[in-house]
């Protein structure tokens, strides 16, 4: 039996925190009996640094809160803890019954098929990434981007911690440069028959020109190139409009709760 679109989408999202794995050093990603757990670079928590997510869906809720406890316990460390609304409801009981709350909801979206190709205006150029220059020009855009969602530019910085390691079969960026200045970018991490859109975003100066949907048309559809049958993302407030106009449709929500680390330990 083939895979639902929404199988499809949900494990690229796995998918993308063993990637997030591979571009941070240092990095732990451990992944056993049903149940993944990334310790980042350092200790800031997060849907892509110091997270655990439930593989196998036959794994008790308990059992997946224990192991995570102790896991990240033994770091000295606080985690996020990812809950899909559709296939960790168990998890949220189990959560809120600790008297913790959910610290962010987020849509997850999909689509079935390419968007139109995006019109490029003069004096922009949209380059793939191709070179660690091009990739760090990402980076340089997306430290800038992100802290209208609370994510300091430093943080960002960490999640990039080897550059080279994007430059990879699994994943294709996009940068969009305005007279020799990288302003906006977006990048795809490929999962088989499925791709996920992630890292889209436009420096300050540049917003509301359009470029960050070109570049996420170009990512969407540099996915279905590659073979996917859905390309998946995680909105954000500020995109999830953007999105819903290309054709992107809510599938599920994914949900991050949050523990904090041993008083004992000083978040190493």
Known sequence: MNPSSQDLADANLLEAIREHARWQEPCECVEEDGILMMAGANAFPGVFRNCVARTDAGVPAPEVLARAQAFFSQRG??????VRGSRDQDMAEALQAAGLAPVADSPCM???APVAEPG????????????????QHAVQI????????KLPAAETRVFFGRPAALLSPRVIGFVAY???VPVSTALTILSGQGAG???VGTTSDARRSGLGEACTRLATNAGFSHGARVVTLQASA???P???????????????FRRPAPESAGGK
């Open 110 to 112: 999909l689509i079935e």
């Open 242 to 256: 953007i999105y819903q106009r290309l054709g992107y449709q809510t599938y599920d929500r994914l949900l991050r």
């Open 77 to 82: 460390r606080g985690y996020t803890v990812l």
């Open 238 to 240: 500020f995109g999830e």
């Open 178 to 180: 305005r007279d020799d």
């Open 142 to 149: 997306n430290a800038e981007a992100y802290t209208a969602l």
């Open 197 to 199: 859109v992630y890292w």
């Open 120 to 135: 490029i205006p003069a004096g922009i150029r949209i380059e793939r990434f191709d070179d660690v220059a091009r990739v």
